[in-house]
């Protein structure tokens, strides 16, 4: 990509089915879910940088007895940082006590963070700050152990102060407006009320508070409690959730936004963020690895085993397709197949802005996410190529000899043009600079792109547009092709996420300044502006629950091509000599290669949820108003 945009969490959670005795005589440790979490992390590392948590729950411990354990970092290598706090205790208590080494429930009842039941998070902050507190997992906790509640996950929420709100009516006092603190303490209120419920039944059968402890663990209804909490919830989410007493969830949004994967046996019952994680750590085929239905929750029970229940009524599934094909590691089997046929359904708008002329134009990749497109649209370039010989050769009995024979030679020229210096840092605080050394971030290979040439360069997505214009097209410029050609697998990017990543004002993002710029060379900018921002007030000053999207005005009177060409013209300075043409994939294009994740509002505008459309209204509201604050 080659804008940095900051984006989704990841979430591991995993339960052991069997006494750690069992993992230690089967697998050779007892450390064998700690072994698994760390790597059930660090595959999904891609997912959260700026912070890692970790927390378990111990089985069956006396009272007085430690069982919730957890550790947060937001260090620069935070999974590291975590994991090498775990080693160096577990470390220190076998330098204290040898023998303990190979007794698994010593280990377990003397070292925190061995336990049965363990919950992992990389995060990646979308706004707020980065500092630990604002690390994942959250810790709720209470001396009933039923009423200690750990709570992770991969999401945004649009209507946090509605529910803020609605904890404050209940009488309850949070420590702080956050999506993750207020759902965790919407969950804990329905929590306390259905163990003091249960509680109060139990007494009038007879038991005794001791008695009552493990009955109120047996009784307890996860999916009711869970219906409650996220009766109000509107936005994209994958929450996880331990309870003290070892039951735990993760429950998934109406509509499927964010991604959550699961596989069970009689050993262990794990989830991830992301198929490839599972199948590699566990050694599990393809198909044995489950995704979770919008909706529902995968609950397991201490004691009970594992279901799934409908939590909220599914809607139409939009998976977000962004999140899939662009973030996700490529080692899902579908995700590549998806990502090469981005890039194949971009060869005719290719062929068409290279006029045909395959003998005169070398391709390559912006590096590296954007490689598996780019052999899918080469992929379709031979193809065309095989398919013009098959005509050529059965037009007629008797083919021009001379043409053939060059058609035989015809083959896509194919060479690493742009390789970026993993190694340079902006460190210089001038602006001026910085753009230089912004515009030297890729290096380029010399000697292979002649000036009769067309260089066709592929990315997974172009948002601002900022290194784009001081660093990509810089150095392509300086090999000195006829045209440069940069081609994104995404379609334009005109709308604000509010369901996970960090991509909230409209005014960054290049194709809505592409936009504007043609109301201004239409004389039409100050009246577009100022009845969009009346729309836009209107919907929010009225509290209309589902509003429309009237910042779609804005693209409305313009084809996605006049964009593109207003995009280039923004991009390209004096400097650039070269011909520069910049195309985009389609929506339709999109929804072919990656029909089961139809998630596509940053593209369309087409919000899952109401408070999407809410957001998008707010945002424009604060471009106009110059208002640099969230919109949600």
Same mark, same amino acid.
């Given at each position: ?34 072994? =698994? ?70 280990? =377990? ?59 404050? &009516? ?38 005794? !508070? ?17 219906? !409650?909490?996220?009766?109000?919830? &509107? *936005? ?10 070892? @039951? ?17 046996? +009689? ?76 890039? #194949? ?15 005169? $134009? ?9 490689? $598996? ?9 031979? +193809? ?11 037009? $007629?009995? $008797?083919? @021009? ?18 390789? !970026? &210096? ?13 753009? +230089? ?44 092709? =006829? ?14 996420? %509010? ?21 201004? @060379? ?29 910042? #779609? ?20 300075? +004096? ?18 290669? %990656? ?10 505008? @087409?919000?899952?949820?109401? *408070? ?21």
């Amino acid at each position: 990509m080659s804008d940095a945009i900051k984006h989704e969490c990841g979430i591991a959670l995993l339960q052991l089915k069997k006494p750690l005795a069992f993992y230690k005589e089967k697998y050779g440790s007892a450390f064998y879910g700690i072994n =698994k979490m760390y790597l059930l992390m660090e595959k999904q590392h891609n997912r959260g940088q700026d912070g890692a948590g970790f927390a378990s729950i111990k089985f069956d411990v006396n009272p007085g007895q430690r069982y919730i354990s957890r550790v947060r970092s937001a260090d620069q290598q935070p999974i590291q940082k975590i994991f090498k706090i775990i080693n160096s205790r577990i470390q220190k208590q076998i330098e204290l006590e040898p023998e303990i080494i190979n007794d698994a429930e010593a280990l =377990k009842s003397r070292v925190p963070y061995i336990g049965e039941l363990m919950l992992g998070h990389v995060r990646y902050g979308t706004f707020g700050k980065n500092n630990i507190e604002s690390v994942h997992p959250f810790l709720r906790q209470n001396n009933w152990m039923h009423r200690n509640l750990i709570v992770a996950g991969n999401f945004n929420l649009t209507n946090v102060n509605e529910l803020f709100q609605n904890l404050v &009516d209940l009488g309850q006092h949070p420590k702080e407006k956050a999506d993750t603190i207020t759902v965790m303490e919407k969950i804990g209120h329905f929590l306390d009320d259905a163990v003091a419920k249960i509680y109060k039944n139990l007494r009038k059968e007879g038991y005794s !508070k001791k008695e009552a402890s493990p009955k109120i663990a047996e009784r307890l209804k996860i999916s009711k409690i869970l219906r !409650k909490a996220s009766k109000n919830w &509107d *936005g994209g989410y994958a929450m996880a959730g331990l309870f003290g007493h070892g @039951d735990s969830f993760v429950l998934r949004d109406p509509v499927g936004i964010r991604p959550v994967y699961y596989y069970s046996d +009689d050993e262990i019952v794990v989830v991830a963020s992301e198929r490839p994680v599972i199948q590699t750590v566990f050694n599990v085929p393809y198909d044995k690895v489950k995704e979770l239905e919008p909706g529902h929750a995968l609950i397991t029970k201490k004691v009970g085993g594992t279901s799934i229940k409908k939590i909220q009524e599914p809607q139409t599934k939009k998976a977000c397709s962004f999140e899939r094909i662009y973030f996700s590691r490529g080692g899902d089997a579908e995700i590549y197949q998806e990502r090469k046929d981005l890039g #194949k359904a971009l060869f005719p708008l290719v062929h068409k802005a290279i006029s045909g002329d395959l003998e005169n $134009t070398v391709f390559s990749f912006i590096p590296n996410t954007a490689e $598996t497109s780019f052999y899918g649209l080469i992929g379709a370039v031979q +193809d065309h190529v095989r398919a013009t010989l098959r005509e050529e050769l059965f037009k $007629t009995n $008797t083919p @021009d000899s001379e043409a053939f024979s060059k058609l035989l030679e015809l083959k896509p020229r194919i060479e690493k043009i742009a390789i !970026k &210096d993993a190694k340079l840092r902006t460190f210089i605080t001038e602006d001026s600079d910085r753009d +230089d050394l912004v515009a030297h971030v890729y290096d380029v290979t010399y000697g292979v792109v002649k000036p009769s040439d067309n260089l066709v360069i592929i990315d997974d997505s172009i948002v601002r547009g900022t290194t784009l214009q001081k660093s990509i097209l810089r150095m392509l410029d300086r090999l000195g092709p =006829k045209k440069i050609v940069v081609v994104s697998s995404a379609p334009q990017i005109r709308y604000p996420d %509010c369901y996970g990543i960090d991509m909230a004002k409209l005014e960054e993002f290049i194709a809505f300044r592409a936009a504007l710029a043609l109301h201004e @060379d239409d004389g039409t900018y100050e009246e577009i502006i100022a009845s969009v921002y009346k729309n836009c007030q209107a919907s929010i000053l009225e509290g209309e629950k589902t509003p429309p999207n009237h910042v #779609k005005a804005i693209y409305a009177p313009y084809t996605n091509e006049q964009i593109s060409s207003k995009i280039a013209y923004l991009l390209k300075n +004096d400097l650039i000599k070269a011909e520069v043409e910049i195309l985009f994939q389609t929506i339709d294009g999109l929804h072919l290669a %990656c029909p089961k994740n139809l998630g596509d509002w940053y593209f369309s505008g @087409d919000y899952p949820t109401p *408070g999407g459309c809410r957001v998008v209204n707010q945002a424009f509201v604060n471009f106009v108003e110059k208002n640099n604050k969230r919109a949600y």
